[in-house]
Nanobody, 129 residues
Framework: QVQLVESGGGSVQAGGSLRLSCTAS???????????KGWFRQAQGKEREWVAV????????YYTDSVKGRFTISQDNAKNTLYLQMNSLNPEDTAVYYC???????????????????WGQGTQVTVSS
């Protein structure tokens, strides 16, 4: 059973930066080469939305429009850890951020939350103005 554990959330002022981490365990094959991975977020009172996705083997990277140029998704294969570097944060980025993963290639369904089988517990990010 794949387990994902996020860390790195916290409180920051607008314009600041945070780096989220998501460490994976319990997978049966190469997490880098076999699993599609992503970050999602849910603000209070809103539906959960996708933020960034890294497809199998780093084949493709996708960002939702609101974070393009500010956020960077990456992976450290040796540490089986997925990262989300968040720069130029603004109050609209305040949310609980979730790491998610699924075995197989995401392709055009990179934003389909229902396709992601494994989820972390979430980490709170709060940006004050």
């Amino acid at each position: 059973q794949v387990q994902l554990v996020e860390s790195g959330g916290g409180s920051v002022q607008a314009g600041g930066s945070l780096r989220l981490s998501c460490t994976a365990s319990g997978y049966s094959s190469s997490w880098y080469g076999t699993y599609c991975k992503g970050w999602f977020r849910q603000a209070q009172g809103k539906e959960r939305e996708w933020v960034a996705v890294l497809d199998t083997g780093g084949s493709s990277i996708y960002y939702t429009d609101s974070v393009k140029g500010r956020f960077t998704i990456s992976q450290d294969n040796a540490k089986n850890t997925l990262y989300l570097q968040m720069n130029s944060l603004n109050p609209e980025d305040t949310a609980v951020y979730y790491c998610a993963s699924n075995i197989g290639y995401c392709g055009s369904r990179y934003s389909a939350q229902s396709d992601f089988r494994y989820w972390g517990q979430g980490t709170q990010v709060t940006v004050s103005s």
